[in-house]
């Protein structure tokens, strides 16, 4: 009698459970307007049918996927200046950034693309040195090796000469960095501040939220971007350490100019985020807008903090107005169902498709997850190549006058979660710069052999890419 009547009230109170935690679910999505992968829905849902008591604390603490209020953003006014290109593909790809909100396109000038970890650190070290008033970095991790050492003394040269400093650095990247620097640092009053520590950002849902932007900003006027963290082997790698860290290849490069005051906005409005907890408003342009004889790019950030999956729509529709070619490196490659069907759409129908990537990189799953996706883009004609060194470079070229470079890797968890940074670049001279540099590395690749999967293997691609979303 007593088992009967306590399975009775178990199942009560499970069934409470299960209702209190789907009502959650779907009204956050609803209110929110958390559009999300269906793998990651599907997983929710069952989770909290199953496993409520542990379910519904996770979905607190991970599931939200958007910070920003959609319908506050709805009503962002932007100007209709679009990309100066008679290009189709570029001038669809500014008209559809306008629409999403993103700030207009912006001058620059003194442009230099890092041919390799060498150049890339010398443009930064000249950047630190040469900072007279302010200088703001961002990275996701800032290393404690040889690299991270000399930065931090760098900065603390800079501070001591009274140069205001402000470096910011994701809350679960500085546990992959060590904090050594940190504390150095913040001792010597450089600012120092996590995005969304995860001890203090739990209960708002934004545990899963990291912040993968990489931009330093000297005096509001010079930029250095891409895709290269604060450490060593994103550089020239340390030999002399116990982990004997290789340099990767990796791309970034630096300008002046009004897109790099439009990336100084950015930076104050993460600052503020990391260190208010305000969700940024929508980026206004305050700088001039194009002449007819400037060249003009445009800042494209993606994240929780914007109402559209800005970067990720943006591929998508250049892979549907593409003409000749898309040209894209990323290191990992796990894309969701509809970028990958417009890039194999785009290659049926005759355009070059491209991809470089690392023939082995550092996650194993990611690795993994990317087969199924590789051998139904190589039945649609695209090229893959693999490259012999780890390869961490984030490009994609549409046509010639289309050249997305950043942050941004092709993965669902960066397309989605991740707050991202990229340039969308306009200029054909350009483009066909950061394209020469990626067929300079695919000159030692070699192309991807398909190989049919057994069973098993098959199951196990299932299985990862079924936790791609969270990679």
Same mark, same amino acid.
């Given at each position: 009698m007593l088992n009967e009547l306590f399975t009775r009230h178990w199942v009560t109170l499970h069934g409470l459970m299960v209702l209190l935690g789907l009502a959650i679910y779907a009204t956050t999505s609803h209110i929110r307007r958390q559009r999300r992968h269906p793998s990651a829905a599907?997983?929710?849902?069952? +989770?909290?049918?199953?496993?409520?008591?542990?379910?519904?604390?996770?979905?607190?603490?991970?599931?939200s996927r958007k910070v920003v209020d959609y319908r506050r953003a709805l009503k962002v006014q932007t100007s209709p200046h679009e990309a100066r290109s008679t290009d189709k593909s570029a001038a669809q790809a500014g008209?559809?950034?306008?629409?999403?909100?993103?700030p207009d396109v912006a001058t620059f000038? &003194?442009?230099?693309?890092? =041919?390799?970890?060498? &150049?890339?650190?010398?443009?930064? %070290?000249?950047?630190?040195?040469?900072?007279?008033?302010?200088l703001d970095l961002c990275t996701f991790l800032f290393?404690?090796?040889?690299?991270?050492?000399?930065?931090?003394? %760098?900065?603390?040269?800079?501070a001591e000469k009274g140069v205001k400093i402000r470096l910011l650095v994701d809350g679960i990247g500085v546990y992959l960095g060590g904090h050594q620097n940190l504390k150095r640092l913040s001792s010597a009053g450089v600012q120092v501040a996590l995005f969304v520590s995860p001890l203090r950002s739990a209960l708002r849902g934004r545990t899963n939220l990291r912040n993968h932007r990489k931009m330093v900003i000297a005096d509001g006027q010079w930029m250095w971007c891409g895709g290269r963290n604060l450490a060593a082997e994103y550089f020239e790698g340390d030999p002399t350490s116990l982990r004997k860290k290789k340099a990767w290849i990796d791309l970034?490069?630096?300008?002046?100019?009004?897109?790099?005051? =439009?990336?100084?906005?950015?930076?104050?409005?993460?600052?503020?985020?990391?260190?208010?907890?305000?969700?940024? @408003?929508?980026? @206004? +342009?305050?700088?001039?807008?194009p002449t007819s004889t400037a060249m003009g790019a445009r800042l494209v950030a993606s994240g929780p903090d914007q109402a559209d999956d800005t970067i990720y729509t943006l591929l998508v529709s250049g892979c549907f107005t593409a003409h000749s070619r898309i040209l894209a490196v990323t290191p990992y490659f796990v894309p969701d169902p509809t970028l990958l069907m417009a890039l194999t759409l785009a290659a049926r129908r005759g355009v070059a498709v491209d991809l470089l990537l690392p023939r082995k990189s550092n996650h194993h799953l990611a690795d993994i997850a990317r087969h199924s996706a590789l051998r139904e883009l190589t039945?649609?004609?695209? @090229?893959?190549?693999?490259?012999? +060194?780890m390869i961490h470079a984030k490009a994609v070229l549409i046509d010639d006058d289309l050249a997305l470079v950043g942050s941004a890797k092709l993965d669902e968890r960066s397309l989605f979660l991740n707050y991202e940074l990229m340039i969308a670049f306009y200029e054909p001279s350009v483009v066909q710069s950061f394209a020469r540099w990626i067929e300079g590395q695919r000159s030692s690749a070699t192309h991807y052999r398909p190989r049919a999967p057994g069973l098993v293997r098959e199951l196990v691609e299932g299985m990862v890419r079924w936790v791609a979303f969270q990679l």
């Open positions: 599907i997983a929710w849902v069952v +989770s909290l049918v199953l496993l409520p008591y542990v379910a519904l604390p996770l979905y607190l603490m991970l599931g008209q559809l950034a306008t629409a999403m909100g993103l000038e &003194q442009l230099t693309i890092h =041919q390799d970890g060498g &150049q890339a650190l010398q443009a930064l %070290r000249d950047m630190i040195d040469g900072a007279s008033r302010t290393g404690h090796d040889v690299l991270g050492d000399e930065i931090a003394t %760098r900065l603390i040269q800079r970034s490069f630096d300008l002046r100019g009004g897109l790099a005051q =439009q990336a100084q906005q950015r930076f104050e409005q993460d600052w503020a985020f990391a260190t208010k907890g305000t969700t940024a @408003r929508a980026l @206004r +342009s305050a700088v001039p807008s039945a649609s004609r695209a @090229r893959i190549w693999l490259a012999p +060194s």
